[in-house]
T-cell receptor, first 111, second 116 residues
Framework: GQQLNQSPQSMFIQEGEDVSMNCTSS?????WLWYKQDPGEGPVLLIA?????ELTSNGRLTAQFGITRKDSFLNISASIPSDVGIYFC???????????FGTGTRLKVLA | GAVVSQHPSWVICKSGTSVKIECRSL??????MFWYRQFPKQSLMLMAT?????????EQGVEKDKFLINHASLTLSTLTVTSAHPEDSSFYIC????????????FGSGTRLTVV
């Protein structure tokens, strides 16, 4: 199945540090979503982006929809232990209702 | 906010039996729902798009006779894994679009299927 390239695959960071992750694709997307998934749970929506170039924040989280519509990044500022989890980007393929997920970034925060 | 309820949260079944998983939108109507499959430490793979009142559309490589999808009402979609085998063991997650809120797709809490 189709997936988006997401990096980094995993990262360990110190509490208080900022985190950045991104997704890239060769396809154009209409919408980018960022989700967080805890073990054994379904993903929870963090941020939704609808326009190329759009920059949106949700608390300590900031995400941007790339100008080319083929990429997006997510930043987490001043990380805390509860930020631990797996973060997924998801892009809505142009002309469809379908969302394709990124490969995920596993975040571990060291207190 | 929009809530999608998925049931059961886990199920163990014997090889050869069938298992039905339900996905309900609790406070909104969903003409379209999506079914994903997730293997351990991997991403979510779209299996099929469930359309209310019509046939589901399946992604390439997903057997429609194996994974039966029924979307009989605006709030309920079901996925039936027929003649389950151990390789069907996985985490199955549904999602539905919430037109309100942030507009993204709301996910159910997932169903962990183990076939023994």
């Amino acid at each position: 199945g189709q997936q988006l390239n997401q990096s980094p695959q995993s990262m360990f960071i110190q509490e208080g540090e900022d985190v950045s992750m991104n997704c890239t694709s060769s396809s154009i997307f209409n919408t980018w979503l960022w989700y967080k998934q805890d073990p054994g749970e379904g993903p929870v929506l963090l941020i939704a982006l609808y326009k190329a170039g759009e920059l949106t924040s949700n608390g300590r989280l900031t995400a941007q929809f790339g100008i080319t519509r083929k990429d997006s990044f997510l930043n987490i500022s001043a990380s805390i232990p509860s930020d631990v989890g797996i973060y997924f980007c998801a892009g809505q393929l142009s002309g469809t209702y379908k969302y394709i997920f990124g490969t995920g970034t596993r975040l571990k925060v060291l207190a | 906010g929009a809530v999608v309820s998925q049931h059961p949260s886990w199920v163990i079944c014997k090889s050869g039996t069938s298992v039905k998983i339900e996905c309900r939108s609790l406070d909104f109507q969903a003409t379209t729902m999506f079914w994903y499959r997730q293997f351990p430490k991997q991403s979510l793979m779209l299996m099929a798009t469930s359309n209310e009142g019509s046939k589901a559309t399946y992604e390439q490589g997903v057997e429609k006779d194996k994974f039966l999808i029924n979307h009989a009402s605006l709030t309920l979609s079901t996925l039936t894994v027929t003649s389950a085998h151990p390789e069907d063991s996985s985490f199955y997650i549904c999602s539905a679009r919430d037109a309100g809120g942030m507009g993204g797709y709301t996910f159910g809490s997932g169903t962990r299927l183990t076939v023994v």
